[in-house]
């Protein structure tokens, strides 16, 4: 299944014999064995061992004998969630133990589909050590905390280790949860008064050795947790939010627009009345004032009759609001410059403030990780498996293949630094750190053929070129005995 996976062939992950009809299937998996052999039966049967077996704990016997045989040196642990978006109907109550395939947030914007959430911890090189499926209505927060404590009950890192995760974790439960004996850094929710006013402050920023950012830290004892806490600003973080904020301000002011009309429509026993309401709707528009504001009194017939009134006629008297608007622009600046600012707090006091913001920044490996994982030639919103149990055994295969994938990429990055060595990437210029996939690409050609002369079987290596062989070499043994030559 894993050797499927990084097939990459466009096809759901799934063990068709005909993806292994090419391929020297007895080298790969062991005399005897056939192409024939791996076909649905087969996969099902695997499927339910594994979860019979339980994935999660299977991922984390394979990680520890990984750990045992190379040393990645973990210092930064990566936790996040994403959901699969799965096809089927799936609404068998007595689930037992099993995830329910259900209706949640999508995070793939499939919100026509049942899904599952899947979390998974990676270290600093976006090697996955931790992995396991939820339900699909799986809530983040509780999620992110759970994963964690599993993962430190399942391994033993260094106290100097940090937990590293996106704004699901910060909540008063979690971080009291997690204790002294954990280092964690995260992002503060904006939606936490504490953390408002301090996005809103006018506070100095320090510029950052990253001329793109800037901060300014202080302490906070929220949840009862003495933390750090530094505000950044992000300069690419400003642009982006820019053509978000335009867009808004345009929308809310063609809400303000009709809201306006609509005041302007209606009808006062008095001019104080009138001021009031005036007051009120504009405490509601922070971005706006008024261009032009008037009240004026008007009088109608009660009796409801068109046309002119009598000289003695009782008329009804009221008042009218007369107004126009238009942006405030010292507010609108003052809210534009404080576009792309995010607030990240860490238990350990005397972390350094630019330490913490690139060890956040490094929570990109974990999402590199879910887009390979949801790389369309990847995919399992493809697969149309029947029962909850097998989405579990498949979900844990996913991401030993990522596993796979990810030791390969670093491996090879590593010894490529350590030689000197370079190989060309695709614009032919040299690089150290080329991507497992181009490295595929360049295997693609490469042929086993078996030919038979007076009754010998004589077996060699097409288009196995000298910068293939420097790979191999790389790689080590393990990955040249694949590609040895045989009489």
């Known amino acids: 299944m894993v050797l499927n996976g990084l097939g990459f062939v466009g096809q759901r992950l799934y063990l068709f014999p005909s993806f292994f009809e090419n391929l020297p299937v007895d080298k790969l998996l062991g005399e005897g064995v056939v192409a024939a052999d791996l076909n649905d039966d087969v996969l099902g049967r695997t499927f339910d061992a594994i979860y019979e077996y339980d994935p999660t704990n299977l991922f984390n016997e394979i990680v520890l004998k990984v750990m045992d045989r190379v040393d990645f040196d973990t210092k930064l642990l990566h936790a996040d969630t994403t959901s699969f978006g799965v096809h089927g109907m799936y609404e068998d109550e007595d689930i037992g133990n099993t995830i329910e395939i ?85 992002r503060v929710p904006a939606t936490i008064n504490e953390a408002k006013e301090l996005l809103d402050s006018d506070v100095v920023l320090i510029p950052c050795t990253d001329s793109r950012y800037s901060l300014y830290s202080t302490i906070s004892n929220y949840g009862g947790i003495k933390q750090k806490w530094v505000l950044f600003h992000s300069k690419p973080m400003q642009q982006r ?159 030993l293949t990522l596993l796979v994938y990810s030791i390969a990429e670093w491996l090879l990055r590593k010894r490529l630094m350590e030689t000197g060595n370079s190989i060309p990437n695709q614009l032919k210029k040299p690089t150290q750190k080329p991507t497992l996939k181009w490295v595929f690409f360049l295997f693609n050609g490469v042929a086993d053929v078996k030919v038979r002369i007076m009754g010998v079987v004589h077996r060699k290596m097409m288009h196995l070129t000298d910068l293939l062989k420097l790979i191999l070499r790389l790689m080590g043994p393990e990955c040249e005995k694949y590609y040895a030559e045989e009489c």
Not at 134 to 158: M, P, Q, W
Not at 307 to 324: C, M, Q, T, V, Y
């Open 102 to 186: 259900t209706l949640g947030h999508p995070k793939d914007g499939r919100a026509d589909l049942k899904q599952f959430v899947l979390s998974m911890v990676t270290n600093q090189h976006g090697l996955p050590l931790f992995v396991e499926a939820k339900s699909g209505n799986a809530s983040d927060k509780n999620t992110i905390i759970d994963t964690i404590s599993k993962l430190r009950k399942s391994i033993t890192f260094e106290t100097s280790a940090y937990f590293i995760a996106d704004s699901a974790l910060y909540t008063k439960d979690n971080i009291q949860k997690l204790g002294d004996g954990v280092r964690w850094i995260t």
């Open 241 to 399: 939010m820019e053509k978000t904020f335009e867009k808004r301000i345009e929308k809310e002011t063609k809400a303000a627009t009709a809201s306006l009309k609509k005041l302007n429509g209606r009808r006062f026993a008095c001019e104080p009345d009138a001021r009031k309401e005036a007051e009120i709707w504009l405490q509601s528009q922070k971005n706006y004032k008024f261009k032009k504001l008037e009240f004026k009194v008007q009088s109608k017939r009660n009796n409801g009759k068109r046309g002119r009134p009598s000289k003695n006629e009782e008329l009804d008297r009221f008042w009218i609001i007369d107004a126009d608007i238009e942006l405030d622009e010292e507010v609108i600046e003052k809210e534009r410059a404080k576009l792309g600012r995010f607030v990240l707090a860490s238990n350990d006091l005397e972390i350094d403030d630019e330490t913490m913001l690139q060890h956040y920044k490094g929570q990109q490996s974990v999402e590199r990780g879910f887009r390979f994982l949801k790389d369309k030639r990847f995919n399992i919103a493809q697969v149309y498996l029947k029962k909850e149990e097998r989405i579990q055994a498949l979900a844990m295969i996913m991401v």
